[in-house]
């Protein structure tokens, strides 16, 4: 697949745009530095975890394009370091780039859960869908350590809270003790994010996340454990990945996938300054190609933001994406559909229990 090579092997971004915020927030020194020990020798592998203190962990969705009405993100910056991710852009208001920084200076969130009960636990909250995490991966490699996202899925289950997950890591399957105890009552969906089948250019584009036969595999064992599984073919990249729609539709049907979406690559930013950058020197020979075709599906351009464009693109590629996947759907998903979530059980735990706080 790549004719090129990479500069710094292992990760995704090959350059460190700089931050905008950078001075203002260095400054301002808002960060409680913890440095852990790092267990990559060379600097530009290093992956530094820093603690930070936030006073509240649900965001509101107010994105039309997103349906669930709530996210929480226990880490920022990802060492998954997809080239293409739209979470990048959020770095540099922590002072940090979009490009390696996201990568290797991941802020955690230790608070996390104890938010989390907090809301929970309110008299005023009202159960609703939250999507854990929408912005940074919450099996991320920092998971094993810290175990953020573990003491979430406690919380969630103490508190009968409904919550879907999506992750690109097979380390799910970690927790699927809990995840059982969830679905038990109709208040889990997981969704795994799968790109591409072709395992090189998975390497290429999502250095640091688990295998193409990783993810089938935990599709797989999922579904075989009764939850319900969701796969996002997301993002779609013109030129790379799109000819992949219909045998990655039947692979995760195969398995068990109760439903499927997909996104168009959008490169807002300096997504699009790093991501030019590293097709250029992994892919030279197909690169303007790319380029040209995610142009061709946004208007012109390598960014798109406005809603109800952004997450399907438009034109010729775009409406040709749209059919071959809504053809893959019937094909190999039709009757298939996602349970509802269980929005009652909260409320009526709350009632019943929350008396004893």
């Known amino acids: 697949m790549a004719t090129g090579k990479l500069t710094i092997k292992g990760r995704g971004a090959q350059i460190n745009p700089a931050s905008p915020y950078d001075k ?12 852990v020990a790092a267990d990559w020798e060379t600097e530009e592998l290093q992956t530094e975890y820093l603690e930070t203190h936030p006073k509240s962990i649900l965001n509101k969705v107010v994105s039309p394009d997103i349906p669930i009405p709530w996210s929480m993100n226990p880490y920022q910056g990802c060492e998954h370091g997809c080239i293409y991710c739209y979470a990048r852009n959020t770095h540099p208001y922590w002072g940090y780039s979009a490009g390696l920084d996201f990568e290797r200076k991941i802020l955690i969130k230790r608070n996390a859960a104890e938010l989390l009960e907090k809301e929970l636990k309110k008299k005023s909250w009202k159960a609703e869908p939250v999507m854990f995490a929408g912005n940074t991966d919450v099996y991320q490699p920092a998971e ?16 009968r ?8 890591n097979s380390m799910v399957l970690r927790d699927l003790d809990i995840l059982e105890k969830l679905n038990s009552e109709n208040l889990v969906h997981v969704a795994i ?11 290429f584009l999502e250095p640091r996340t688990a295998s193409v036969k990783q993810r089938l595999k935990t599709i797989e064992t999922l579904s075989a454990s009764n939850i319900p599984v969701f796969v996002m073919m997301a993002p779609i990249i013109p030129g790379l990945n799109d000819h992949e729609i219909l045998p990655l539709v039947k692979e995760v049907a195969n398995l068990g996938a109760l439903g499927l979406g997909y996104t ?6 300096d997504v699009a300054t790093i991501f030019e950058d590293w ?4 892919m030279p020979d197909r690169a303007d190609r790319v380029l040209n075709r995610i142009r061709d599906t946004h ?6 933001k406005r809603f109800g464009k952004r997450m399907r693109g438009e034109g010729n590629i775009a409406d040709i994406i749209k059919q071959q996947m809504q053809l893959a759907k019937e094909k190999y998903l039709a009757g298939r559909k996602m349970p509802a979530l269980n929005l009652e059980l909260h409320e009526q735990f709350k009632s019943g229990q929350l008396k004893l706080f």
């Open 279 to 282: 097709i250029r020197k992994t």
């Open 161 to 168: 809270h409904p919550v879907s997950i999506i992750t690109k």
């Open 299 to 304: 208007g012109g351009s390598l960014e798109e």
């Open 24 to 35: 203002l927030l260095r400054d301002q020194e808002p960060i409680d530095w913890a440095l």
């Open 144 to 159: 094993r350590k810290f175990k953020l996202t573990r003491a979430c899925l406690e919380v969630f289950w103490k508190y």
């Open 193 to 203: 994010s799968l790109t591409t089948l072709d395992e090189p250019l998975r390497q």
């Open 264 to 269: 168009m690559v959008r490169l807002n930013g």
